[in-house]
């Protein structure tokens, strides 16, 4: 049976966390904490920066925040949630980024420890782990749908209990194909007696499943019925606020507490709050499903005419997130790197486009990764993209 304390590295179980000044009093004339009580270094300060008070510290629990985005994900369960998400299940971080190196940190111990990550995927984990000296395990998506191949993963993770975590990304990077919730479900439930690990979805591209704001397909709300589930997010994506860096991590309330003990005390800063907090409001929520309903407009009217291009072969994945990933073809018809790469750089070299170049992932030949733009820039992309790839055939 799957037991946490097994997955935490001993130190980490056993960590006093820092106390900060702001855990004892609130309020009063505070001189404990060797902040600048004359104000910030600023020539001029607007009513707003003047009331988050930018010479104290920020506040190290969210609580408020934290509330505001429990109950966002709360209002649109998944199918098999049956335990609502309170702020105890959330540590919240510096992007999603640092909600993948903290996870690391808590549960794999350096040169001893593993990581199993589905290729192709998000490049971070693999950093991170190699930053941690962490191994990296790999079980390939199955193709062409880019789903997880549960046998193989389970098979992995139950041969080898030296592997901590498993990395999956849903919606995909670069696949931008959203992972079946059925088989995280069945995957969470088959090693819950034969490996002692966590599984941690990365939703980084979810809202996007969900233009409307309807029928979420995020495992988020699944962590207090699954102690092995681990969900992150980010305001990077739908909210596009990835200038504040804020990444959210849910999990069971037995390790949110040990994240949050692990965690600097003043990650989240004041500018970051305020600001999330605006977004995960009410208009803010309405904003942002008007800019995701949008995106997902344009994104499938960008496809439609890159496929209509001489020389685009297909859409090699899915269409769950705020990106596309095409096939570039040579003259022959065939996928091809070499063409990819070089209308990657005439793109950005010659003509100010700049797009990703992805060919080098597993099952990904030939392929460019496209962030949708607004219409007038996915305009301007389309008419360049086709001129340079003519160009670089003819
Ligand atoms: C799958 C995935 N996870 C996480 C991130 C990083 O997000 P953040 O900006 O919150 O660090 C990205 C960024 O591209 C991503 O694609």
Known sequence: MFNLKKVIRPNILTLEPYRCARDDFKTGILLDANENTHGPALAEISATEKTLELNRYPDP??????????????????????????????????????????????????????????????????????????????????????????????????????????????????????????????????????????????????????????????????????PNLVVLQTLSKSFGLAGIRLGITYCSTELSKILNSMKYPYNISSLTSDIALKATSHSGLEVMHKYVQSIVEQRDALLKQLLNLKYVGKNIGGLDANFILVEILDKNGSPSNEVALKLYNTLAVDNAVVVRFRGKELNCIGALRISVGTEEENKELLSKFEKVLNEINS
């Not at 510096?94 to 995927?121: A, F, N, Q, Y």
């Not at 990304?169 to 002692?196: F, H």
Request: proline letters at 6%; charged letters at 20%.
């Open 61 to 226: 629990h969210q609580l408020e925040l934290k509330q505001q985005i429990v109950n966002f994900r709360n209002s649109s369960p998944n199918k098999y949630s049956t335990i609502p998400l309170s702020v105890d299940n959330l540590c919240l971080g510096v992007g999603s980024d640092e909600s993948i190196d903290m996870l690391l940190r808590c549960c794999c111990t350096p040169g001893k420890d593993k990581l199993l990550t589905c290729p192709p995927t998000y490049g971070m984990y693999a950093i991170c782990a190699t930053v941690n000296d962490v191994e990296t395990v790999k079980v390939p998506l199955t193709i062409p749908d880019f789903q997880i191949d549960i046998e193989a993963v389970a098979a992995k993770l139950e041969s080898d209990s030296s592997i901590k975590l498993v990395y999956l990304t849903s919606p995909g990077n670069p696949t931008g194909k959203l992972i079946n919730v059925d088989d995280i479900a069945e995957l969470l439930k088959r090693v819950t007696y034969s490996w002692n690990g966590l599984v941690v979805v990365d939703e980084a591209y979810i809202d996007f499943t969900a233009p409307n704001g309807e029928h979420s397909q995020s495992v988020s709300t699944l962590v207090n019925q699954y």
